[in-house]
């Protein structure tokens, strides 16, 4: 499961092109996802013992080269953005822009429409270039095989949502900020709770308008029962009815399995790329782990976490926002002379955008540790849910690990500053080492969540 706690405004709108719409390239994977444990991952071992996660030396050096890539372009991708945001403002283009929509239209809503529209626009289209080097470097480096025209189309289906759907909530927060000018954040906060439970709702509802998918039973009968057998530990309630094998190979060679949606709209979805090349074993162990985010009650953990947090960071960046305005509003044009707040115009709240996603990226570091707590705490859950369905869960989970980190090449020594900010999973390397070791049953133990 994808970290859907994100400390800025495009949470409300752009959660859903990041977290809902586009293709779940790390829901399982062994780098990144939003959950924990309560125990932490075990200290380094020592340099001359022998790491659980190892790659031959040509993939390990095309693994270091694209760690170095991968948290160079998202370092710049986050120093860019902010850069858009404030070159709207300080080139007084999103000035232009409200006065752009303010002579198209008559009715105010119809303006804010427009506007949003293309404030969105101008955003895919800034952030394109980094997306599309991406994409290259993935294609480079054989991980994706998604030819351009699928990508551009991909590109194209996320912008028609983010306009379908982004720009109505932006001018729904908009709308809050001028109906409340002095206690808007509080009612964005409000209204942002319900859209994080709506966006983990829909996303399965989604998720077909860019992959293709059908039932598993269809093509992996066998593989379905077996999972069955970790819905009955787990207690997931997931009828076969609801796993789902997703045709991934039409864009990438990287494998996965997830679980996705609450509710009524909870399924297993696993990788056409990992259904029958790697073990049945290794495809159980990665969906308990996934199960485990569920059991554990990581979804309302995390919007409660969510709750409190945007609590505070709405009200400070409100602050931070009303500074900026008094500070530089003149010069950016924010409007604001009939006696409103410029916050509410349109351009004024591109600086509440701003605002909202520079907190988010210095608290970055925050939301990941979360994450990778509780991420660490599904691998334990999910190495324990297949204790007696497959003969060795150590070396189960250490396979997978391996498969996983090989196939999206994986850095097995990533750089502890970037892995501290930029982490939202432990490193592959310390979650198999924690899982070779992980052995609660010896002696006749038992496991943390598991009494047999």
Request: charged share 15%.
């Amino acid at each position: 499961m994808k970290t859907f706690v994100r400390w800025c405004l495009p949470v409300l709108c752009l959660t859903i092109l990041f977290v809902a719409f586009t293709p779940r390239f790390c829901a399982a994977q062994p780098g990144p996802d939003p959950t924990g444990a309560a125990q932490a991952a075990p200290a380094s071992e020592p340099a001359n013992q022998q790491q659980a996660y190892t790659l031959p030396p040509d993939k390990l050096a095309k693994a270091i080269a694209l760690g170095r890539i991968r948290d160079t372009l998202n370092i710049v991708g986050s120093f860019w953005g902010l850069a858009v945001l404030w070159l709207l403002l300080a080139t007084r283009a999103a000035a232009g822009l409200e006065a752009w929509a303010g002579r198209l239209a008559s009715r105010r809503w119809v303006q804010g429409l427009i506007f949003f529209a293309a404030f969105l626009v101008i955003i895919d289209l800034t952030g394109l270039p980094l997306d599309w080097f991406s994409q290259h470097v993935s294609r480079a480096y054989g991980i994706s095989v998604q030819s351009w025209g699928s990508w551009i189309g991909d590109q194209g289906k996320a912008l028609a949502l983010a306009l379908l759907i982004g720009a109505p909530v932006l001018l729904l927060f908009n709308w809050i900020v001028r109906r409340w000018p002095r206690r808007f954040w509080l009612g964005a906060w409000l209204v942002t709770l319900p859209l994080l439970v709506l966006t983990l709702f829909v996303e399965p509802l989604l998720e077909p308008i860019f992959n293709k998918f059908e039932p598993l039973q269809k093509t992996n009968p066998a593989l379905v029962q077996q999972l069955e057998k970790v819905v009955a530990r787990t207690g997931t309630n997931i009828p076969p009815s609801r796993m789902f094998l997703m045709k991934a190979s039409l864009k990438t060679n990287g494998l996965n399995a997830y679980v996705s949606g609450i509710g009524s709209t909870k399924r297993i979805v696993v990788w056409d790329t990992t259904a029958g090349r790697i073990p049945d074993d290794e495809v159980l162990f990665i969906f308990g782990h996934e199960s485990g985010h569920y059991v554990l009650h990581h979804i309302p953990k995390m919007l409660a976490i969510s709750a409190v947090g945007l609590f505070f960071v709405y009200w400070a960046c409100a602050a931070f926002a009303a500074w900026l305005a008094r500070r530089f509003g003149a010069r950016w044009q924010l409007g604001g002379e009939d006696g409103t707040s410029p916050l509410s115009s349109r351009a004024g709240f591109v600086v509440l955008i701003f605002a909202i996603s520079l907190a988010g990226f210095l608290l970055q570091p925050v939301d990941n540790a979360i994450s990778r707590h509780f991420e660490h705490q599904a691998d334990v859950y999910g190495q324990e849910a297949i204790h007696g369905i497959v003969p060795d869960p150590q070396k189960t989970a250490v396979a997978a690990f391996n498969a996983l980190g090989q196939t999206w090449l994986e850095d097995p020594n990533p750089n502890p500053f970037i892995e501290f900010w930029l982490f939202d999973h432990p490193s592959v390397q310390q979650r198999a080492n924690f899982a070779e070791h992980y052995d609660p049953w010896a002696n006749g133990g038992h496991g943390k969540y598991f009494r047999n």
